[in-house]
């Protein structure tokens, strides 16, 4: 017995320890010499002798391991690896993996989290933010823009252009800014929390567009001519990539650009007849520089690259080159930003308007790719934060201020459990879109990071905006100049929907780019069963394979042990968020292990099995916010006043991950396997939980009343004291009505015994100051924390004729 419990033992830590081949075989080696000199042979000694001599021996002998063991697997993998289109290739390839790819090893080193610099602002990026973007806010008055003028006014056009806000990510050298990514996305959530309409215009020309396209892509001479003129909002660019029967598969495009001589300006040039019709492509009604993407065909193998199909190319065209169209204009969901269609009809356009010129013909796809790699991470999310942002400060004050029952709202529990969520939910996006912002600045391209920032930070924002929404009841649903949150909750589903719909990326895209790109070995077993070179391609094989042996026997093992031991083995950092760091740990084991094992099983039909995939990218996902909240809360130094609600957004991720792993072992076409992950995963049961209802308490009250957590939260948002400013107001009621708390519960004390008279608070507190139970100081606190917050709950009303526009 004791024999077997040191093998059993020596198993455990060789595979939690990930040990190598040779490490394996040495260890088992010793134990069979020490086993044999401790109790002589038995016959389970022999047997486990015959079984090391005749799989851990030839195992160690390469060339009998290749022919024996990876030739077949190799064979096999082949047979199951799932076929992939050109764009689909270039989509995984893409960009580059950062911290997803530790979490998908199964053991994160948090150290290495931590260490990661936090991003931070220049002084020339915050003296802009606090300059010329705290002045454009000042000047958007948001119902006038999206009920009066369905467009930003005259004077914020030329504000915009003449600041420098069309130049973010441009280079110094051209005229533009270059300002970092934290900055970039600093700004649009500044701005976007004072209008949609505003801070998408902005958005564009710094994203996914012709600026950025021309900065990684371009030739000399297109640089030179277009950066500059980008910069000096001389030139308003767009990018028109979404067609008619071409959304989210834009590999499905039917625009097409035909090789061809034609005349331009005078003279027979090599050049492209374009064909195009083209929707949803902002600032397009006001465009005077178009990027297209369409496919490029060369029937008479003109360009010298002998073939017909090059493939999806972009291109940079004046707005007024002949047979453009620009189309009426879209509407989304009353966000008046420029949008519109644009179509093409013979179109020619010469060959070096090409991007980056004719070499960079049918690689266009890539470069979009590359681009929306660390692009997806910037906007969208910077847009969703900044409404999240200033939901947060004013839902909070509004709970505390609305008054039901003779007790402010804030403090029924009904109303704490979606306080709580917008509390959570905004730390938690504030936290993923600083992390990937930080990785950006570091250089990367982060395409996986990207797509669940995008995703989780856009779904959250529109939960935000529900949750914000059901508490202001009548106050949010009547549109207005004194509405702050009506336009925001009626164009969350925009950015749900854009840079990739949300329910491809989580569907497709997060797990579907993550197994490859982030897994520490699948991408390298993918390209050696696609080598040419059969030796070649049977060593690589075999070198991936094996360690990916190990790394799977290894989670097997990791799963179990930390499932037992509730994680209580794994090291981590110290400090009151030690054991999320531990169960992050453990969990992301777990992960590495279902993915291996849905890999395995379900093989190229996990591509068709959606549901599954989804599941999948969402415990990914969640193990990635959850490590974004515990940095971010590093970072931020670790307060506790913050304390309630890290928590609550760590034990979010933590209970949706454990949903998710119940979800897919639940539907697992293998049965039996199901059981056995079931087993593997949870040993012990499912003992991961929602927030409860006593930390739901505890971050109401943090967001009902001026803390510094309240505060932190908003960090970045547009709350100056100005008269434009209704945040202003909410604040200025939320402080006075603190300061009367005390002194109208003295009068509602006296009325309740009688010794004064009054049917309402105004009378009450009259009949109080005659009879001198409050001073004249205090009547006046009363009167104006009700007068201010008569100011924030009223509603506006129209004439018919007011409406009919």
């Not at 004013?394 to 509390?423: D, S």
């Not at 929404?469 to 702050?484: A, E, F, T």
């Not at 854009?498 to 780019?513: P, S």
């Not at 490859?516 to 993918?526: G, K, Q, S």
Request: aromatic share 10%; proline share 5%.
């Amino acid at each position: 017995m004791l024999v077997w419990l040191a093998f059993f033992f020596i198993f455990i830590v060789l595979a939690y320890q990930r040990a190598s081949l040779r490490v394996w075989t040495l260890s088992l080696a010793l134990w069979l010499l020490l086993a044999t000199c401790y109790q002589g042979w038995s016959l389970s000694l022999i047997i486990s002798g015959i079984l090391f001599i005749a799989v851990l021996i030839p195992f160690n002998v390469g060339p009998w391991r290749r022919r024996w063991v990876s030739q077949p697997l190799l064979h096999f993998y082949r047979e199951v690896m799932p076929t992939m289109s050109r764009t689909e290739r270039e989509a995984i390839s893409a960009g580059t993996v950062t911290w997803e790819a530790d979490l998908f090893r199964g053991n994160p080193d948090w150290n290495k989290l931590l260490a990661f610099p936090p991003p931070l602002l220049s002084a020339e990026e915050e003296a802009f933010i606090n300059g010329p973007v705290e002045t454009l806010c000042q000047m958007l008055d948001d119902w006038d823009i999206t009920h009066n003028r369905t467009d930003l006014p005259p004077e914020v056009w030329r504000y915009i252009k003449e600041q420098g806000f069309f130049s973010l990510i441009i280079p110094k050298q051209y005229g533009g800014k270059a300002f970092s990514a934290y900055a970039h996305s600093q700004i649009i959530m500044k701005v976007s929390g004072r209008s949609i309409t505003a801070s998408s215009t902005i958005s564009v020309p710094n994203s996914l567009g012709p600026a950025e396209l021309l900065l990684h892509y371009g030739t000399k001479e297109q640089k030179n001519y277009y950066l500059p003129r980008l910069a000096k909002g001389e030139e308003v660019p767009c990018f028109a990539l979404t067609s008619p029967v071409a959304g989210s598969d834009a590999g499905s495009m039917t625009d097409t650009g035909i090789v061809c001589y034609g005349e331009f300006e005078g003279k027979k040039t090599l050049g492209i007849r374009l064909q195009f019709n083209k929707r949803y492509i902002t600032l397009a009604p006001i465009a005077t520089v178009i990027g297209l993407a369409f496919k490029l065909y060369d029937p008479e193998h003109l360009l010298g690259l002998q073939k017909e199909d090059i493939g999806i190319t972009c291109a940079l065209i004046p707005r007024n080159t002949p047979g453009i169209t620009i189309g009426r204009r879209h509407f989304p969901l009353n966000a008046p930003f420029q949008n519109g269609p644009i179509h093409g009809k013979d179109v020619f356009i010469p060959v070096d308007w090409i991007i980056g010129g004719v070499k960079k013909a049918g690689k266009g796809w890539g470069m979009l790719m590359e681009c929306l790699a660390a692009g997806r991470a910037i906007s969208l999310p910077a847009s969703a934060i900044g409404g999240a942002k200033v939901l947060a400060y004013a839902t909070g004050a509004y709970a505390r201020i609305r008054k039901q029952f003779n007790t402010p709202i804030g403090r029924f529990e009904g109303v704490e459990q979606p306080l709580a969520r917008i509390a959570g939910f905004t730390y938690l996006m504030d936290a993923a879109r600083t992390f990937a912002a930080g990785a950006i600045d570091s250089g990367e391209k982060p395409s996986v990071a990207s797509a669940i920032v995008k995703y989780h930070v856009t779904q959250l924002g529109r939960q935000v905006a529900c949750d914000s929404m059901d508490i202001h009841g009548g106050k949010g649903i009547c549109l207005g100049p004194l509405n702050y949150l009506g336009r925001g909750y009626e164009a969350a589903p925009i950015a749900i929907t854009v840079e990739g719909a949300n329910i491809l990326t989580r569907n497709m895209i997060i797990f579907g780019q993550g197994a490859i790109r982030c897994h520490p070995y699948v991408l390298a077993e993918l390209e050696a069963a696609r080598s040419p070179e059969p030796k070649a391609a049977l060593l690589a094989f075999d070198n991936a394979v094996m360690k990916h042996f190990g790394f799977a026997i290894s989670n097997v093992v990791r799963s179990l042990v930390l499932g037992v031991t509730s994680s209580l083995l794994v090291k981590a950092p110290s400090g009151k968020m030690k054991r999320y760091y531990q169960q992050a740990t453990r969990l992301s084991s777990a992960f590495a292990l279902m993915a291996d094992v849905c890999m395995l099983t379900l093989g190229g039909s996990l591509k068709r099995k959606e549901s599954i995939s989804a599941r999948l990218g969402d415990i990914l996902s969640h193990l990635y916010l959850l490590s974004a909240v515990l940095k971010h809360y590093h970072d931020q130094g670790a307060c506790s006043d913050d304390l309630p609600v890290v928590r609550f957004a760590s034990l979010h991720c933590l209970f949706e991950i454990q949903e998710s792993f119940d979800e897919i072992i639940k539907n697992f076409p293998n049965r039996w396997l199901a059981w056995i992950l079931k087993v593997l995963i949870f040993p012990l049961g499912e003992r991961f939980y929602r927030p409860r209802d006593k930390l739901q308490h505890k971050i109401a009250q943090l967001l009902i009343a001026p803390t510094e957590t309240r505060q932190r939260l908003a960090a970045g948002a547009y709350l100056a004291p100005v008269k434009e400013n209704v945040m202003a107001d909410v604040q200025d009621a939320l402080i006075k009505t603190i300061a009367a708390e005390p002194i109208e519960k003295e009068v509602k004390a006296a009325k309740k015994a009688g010794t004064i008279s009054g049917y309402n608070t105004v009378e009450q507190a009259q009949s109080a100051l005659e009879k001198k139970m409050i001073t004249s100081e205090q009547f006046d606190i009363l009167m104006q924390a009700r007068e201010a917050c008569m100011k924030v709950i009223a509603v506006d009303d129209f004439t018919n004729e007011e409406l009919a526009r």
